[in-house]
């Protein structure tokens, strides 16, 4: 997302500080003069910064977006936890340092809701429902976190739903857990689909997902409130995602000329678990692999529930309609997922 909303704001006159991690800022343009970049770390104090440059940052700063989050579903907590815990108290000092801030977002994801099942309200976060795993975990204390301060610093949350690709180009900026999962299907070695096909799968586009997060953030009433960035009602049930992803296989085939193997079977909770045990038992590297990486966000799938965004709607309508359904985009993805060859670097991201 972050080079996203960049992009997006380098469309205004705004200047831009960046802090990262990386001096190539995972490929954001340099030349332009409304950049400004800072080699950081939010896990450390004063964001491993210079006095000077920390002082600067926050004497210039009049809004802060902290999309920065480490987002493999496969590690433990306390791998996640430096960054996507301790580093939130980081920027909140940062925050509370800028005389002259406007507003902060906070980006998190619809997932804090766990284990919950039906309707989830913007507002809701407490709960002990449980996670399918730590990455959920982390990011729902991080929230923990930001509510204790959104009375003292205009802090607003922004909940996406999974982000799987620019929809214009199909260009996917970071391949991740989904990406590995649809390129198994695709080679035809996941013989079970874990989950319900009748529950809905929430599936936005990066691009979409980046100019409803931005339509919002300019509106004076947006502060100091949590926001569902996702397709929400618009969402495909996990058998027309599916569906329409095996169609778009046969459509593109594989990058030297293939064909998809014949579609996976779905499962429901009790066969998986059996399906899940026996790979286990086989030790069987390449498919224990393969049940690992479902395993680390496959219980979500048997979680029915739908992300209300009544506040969205009612404070930046604008934002809800620039969301687009599957069908607008996800054709564009896939094939540049397939012509890229998936990249090859999925595995490690």
Known sequence: ???????????????????????????????????????GDITKDKLNLSE????????NTTHIIHSAS??????????????????????????????????MAHFSTVYVSGKRKGLILEKERAHNAGFVNAYEKTKYEAEGIIEKFQKKLPITTYRFSTVIGNGKSGKVNKFGAIHYSLRLLQLGMVPVIPGDPNNKIDIISTDDATEAFYLSFLKKNSKNKV????????????????????????????QEGGKPS??????????????KKSVQESENPIFSKIIDT????????????????????QDSPESQKAISSLDVYYDKIIKYCINSNWRLSHGKN
């Open 70 to 103: 480490i987002t493999r579903f496969e590690l433990p907590y306390q791998k996640l936890k430096p960054v996507n815990v301790d580093g939130v108290r980081n920027i909140i000092k940062l925050a509370s340092s800028c005389k002259n801030l406007e507003k």
């Open 262 to 275: 014949n579609p996976a079977t779905f499962a429901d909770f009790k066969t998986y678990e059996l399906f």
């Open 1 to 39: 997302m972050g080079s996203e909303v960049v992009s997006r704001i380098l469309k205004t006159d705004a200047k831009i500080t960046l802090l990262g991690h990386d001096n190539n800022m995972s490929g954001v343009k340099k030349k332009s003069n409304k950049i400004k970049i800072f080699k």
């Open 227 to 254: 926001y569902h960035i996702c397709a929400g009602k618009k969402s495909p049930s996990l058998r027309e995602f599916i569906g329409k992803t095996y169609s778009l296989f046969r459509k593109y085939g594989t």
């Open 294 to 313: 479902l395993s680390s966000f496959s219980y979500q799938l048997y979680c029915p529930k739908i992300f209300d965004q009544k506040d969205l709607l």
């Open 52 to 59: 000077s440059e920390y002082k600067e940052i926050c004497k």
